[in-house]
């Protein structure tokens, strides 16, 4: 190939880096992945920055300062494409639980010396600011779902993912539904597919770290919940409020169980 | 029953004797056993693989495994999973290419499993669901290279559930084609036995090998007796006549909008259901671009991807979704293939998270057509 490599850029946020890890963790496809592509600012992986523009950013994390609101401008302009990675991306992330309370009182009860503190009052998705060209869900993300996202990239085509239902991936497992023969309560019939149903595999309730599916019915499985699970109504609003908590038909549907 | 074949009657523990039968001819025997809280359908070794004093209690979006003091074998009804899932898999790669050439390479990946399946305890309704995947999926070469050469034991069901309406749908209880020997189990305080009829040239030769005796009319007897109970025992029914027209007239109904206000779309209906064959293909490339594959996967008329036409989804609302579900199931689907879609399993009724009852909507839907 005599074409240079399109540019890869990843961007960190207000994230806790697991989901640009999940790039790494790509043992052994990441010869192929670097390959394929220039790693021109990664810097999980190098401390050699190379300048934009870039081809294909990875935009890990929530808004959650000033600056940077500043730079997610400019990693936009930089960048030809530009893909969101993980619930801090796509939907503020479990920090976004300030969104619904107090954040002067948040910061009081964390930080000895909360002046020392420069944050905004909400942390929002990348999308809430720049223009995205695929937001890829997560928490954190699949690493076969990253592949084929930078595949599809890279083959110029529109990546497989699927927004269905957990129980959707549950099913063709073979897994027996917890809910059903169980009784423990899942989030697996609301949540975004991608996972696999891992938790499920193991026997627990979904706990929803891929956000809504496509056309979510929440109040519909807590009333479920409430009624043949016997979840009183507390249960059911924290279920609702953990990694996609702003996400908006999770965060309406907590809203609905605040007691 | 009706006994076009011979018929006669063995010790339970002589199941032992026909699994190994199977296994020695070279049979994969997929059977009931209990996994996870289930009694559900995978690869079994011996009888003692089998659910044996286990059985079910099952309700709308409920199913829980309890003891049965008798020790019945297949004392339960149907589980999460149908033969479906052996004979139209989850997900099957079509083809793969290699594109690194000058001109691509399509290599076909159309494969009989390693070995013929044997399935061990398929009920009536099951047997239908079998015979109507072989109409709905007779062009399609990946299903009958899997279809090929399944060895069917049959069994006459003897647990029906609250949620199965077989009898309704004409499926069952009893087994009437479809399989090569079909069983019977006669449990009771004394003794333990099966009576078991062949129907094939391959369950001849099974049950030559078995220890048997000639059935005798008491046992004939019992077995009528027990095929009436479990008609008896169903929890559901359904009114079949004039079904097909009022569904089709019933397009319009507000009651489609009430369901969907329960729905969550999240498919497992579908999945459960041992007759819906729907599928999505999925293709992929590598990073390299130079290796391609072509994936089918069940699909499910609940998903918005499945109405996906240029410029979006054609059955956007829940409620278009669950009226194409049920309308399909029970009405259209016999202008399509001749038979209703529904052999009254019941496992949608059960499996659905929020226990959304197929008979209980269509109810709805005629009382609105003839109040
Ligand atoms: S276990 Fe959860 S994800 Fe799986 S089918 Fe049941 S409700 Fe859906
Ligand atoms: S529609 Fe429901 S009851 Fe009818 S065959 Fe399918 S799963 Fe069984
Ligand atoms: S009827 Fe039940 S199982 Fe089917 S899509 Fe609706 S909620 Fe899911």
């Not at chain 1, 720049?130 to 937001?135: C, H, L, P, S, T």
């Not at chain 1, 929803?208 to 479920?224: D, V, Y």
Request: glycine share 8%; aromatic share 6%; hydrophobic share 40%.
């Amino acid at each position: 190939m005599s074409q240079p490599r399109p540019k890869l850029a990843v961007w960190k946020f207000a994230s806790c880096d697991g989901c640009q890890l999940s790039l790494l963790d790509c043992e052994d496809e990441l010869l192929a992945v670097a390959e394929a592509l220039d790693f021109a600012m990664f810097r999980e992986a190098t401390s050699a920055d190379v300048a934009g523009p870039y081809d294909l950013s990875l935009v890990e994390g929530s808004i959650t300062t000033e600056h940077d609101l500043a730079r997610i401008q400019e990693v936009r302009r930089q960048s030809k494409w530009l893909v969101t990675i993980g619930a801090c991306a796509t939907a503020g992330g479990i920090q976004a639980l300030r969104n619904f309370r107090d954040h002067g009182e948040f910061l009081a009860a964390v930080y000895a010396r909360p002046d020392y503190i420069d944050s905004l009052a909400t942390s929002t998705p990348i999308s809430a600011h720049v223009r995205v060209d695929f937001e890829l869900h997560g928490c954190p993300i699949d690493k076969r779902q990253l592949l084929e996202v930078i595949s599809a990239f890279l083959n110029r085509r529109k990546p497989t993912i699927s927004a269905t239902s957990v129980c959707s991936e549950c099913k063709r497992r073979g897994i027996v539904c917890v809910m059903v023969a169980h009784g423990t309560p899942c989030l697996g019939p609301v949540t975004h597919a991608g996972c696999g149903a891992l938790c499920p595999a193991v026997n627990r309730g979904c706990y929803g770290c891929f956000g809504p599916m496509e056309t979510p019915n929440t109040a519909a499985l807590a009333a479920w919940w409430r009624g043949a699970l016997g979840q009183d109504s507390r249960s059911v609003g924290r279920a609702f409020s953990t990694f996609n908590c702003a996400a908006e038909p999770f965060a309406k549907e907590a809203a609905a169980h605040d007691d | 029953m009706e006994h076009d074949g011979e018929l006669r009657a063995m010790g339970a523990e002589a199941l032992d004797v026909l699994i190994a039968a199977l296994v020695a001819r070279g049979y994969d025997v997929i059977g009931p056993t209990v996994r996870d809280g289930a009694i559900d359908l995978h690869k079994i070794h011996g009888m003692g693989d089998l659910p044996i004093g286990v059985t079910d209690e099952q309700e709308a979006g409920r199913y829980r495994l309890a003891p049965r003091a008798d020790g019945a074998v297949f004392g339960f009804s149907n589980g999460p999973s149908s033969w479906k899932r052996h004979l139209h898999p989850p997900q099957t790669r079509l083809w793969h290419a290699d594109l690194s050439g000058d001109r691509p390479v399509y290599v076909s990946d159309v494969e009989a499993p390693a070995r013929p399946m044997a399935f061990l305890g398929v009920r009536g309704c099951d047997l239908a669901a079998i015979a109507i995947l072989d109409t709905v999926l007779a062009a399609d070469e990946h299903y009958q290279a899997r279809r090929q050469n399944v060895a069917v034991v049959a069994i006459n069901c003897g647990q029906a559930g609250a949620t199965c309406f077989c009898a309704s749908m004409g499926t069952g209880p009893a087994a009437r084609s479809g399989f090569d020997l079909a069983l019977t189990e006669l449990v009771g305080d004394t003794k333990h036995e099966f009576l078991i009829e062949t129907a094939t040239p391959l369950g001849t030769s099974l049950l030559a090998e078995l220890p048997t005796r000639t059935a005798t009319d008491e046992d004939l007897a019992r077995a009528a007796a027990i095929l009436e109970t479990t008609r008896t025992q169903m929890g559901r029914t359904l009114e079949t006549a004039g079904l097909k027209e009022d569904i089709a007239a019933a397009a319009e109904s507000p009651h489609w909008q009430e369901v969907a206000a329960r729905c969550l779309t999240c498919g497992n209906c579908t999945m459960v259901c041992p007759t819906c064959f729907c599928t999505e293909m999925e293709d992929t490339s590598d990073l390299t671009g130079a290796h391609a594959e072509r994936w089918r996967h069940w699909e499910s008329c609940f998903t918005l991807d499945f109405s996906y036409a240029m410029g979006g989804s054609v059955r956007h609302s829940p409620a278009s979704r669950y009226r194409q579900w049920l309308t399909h199931k029970l009405s259209t689907w016999e202008d399509q293939f001749g038979t209703s879609g529904c052999v009254g399993c019941g496992r949608c009724i059960a499996w659905c998270p929020v226990g959304i009852d197929i008979t209980a909507e269509a109810k709805a839907l005629q009382a609105e057509a003839r109040p």
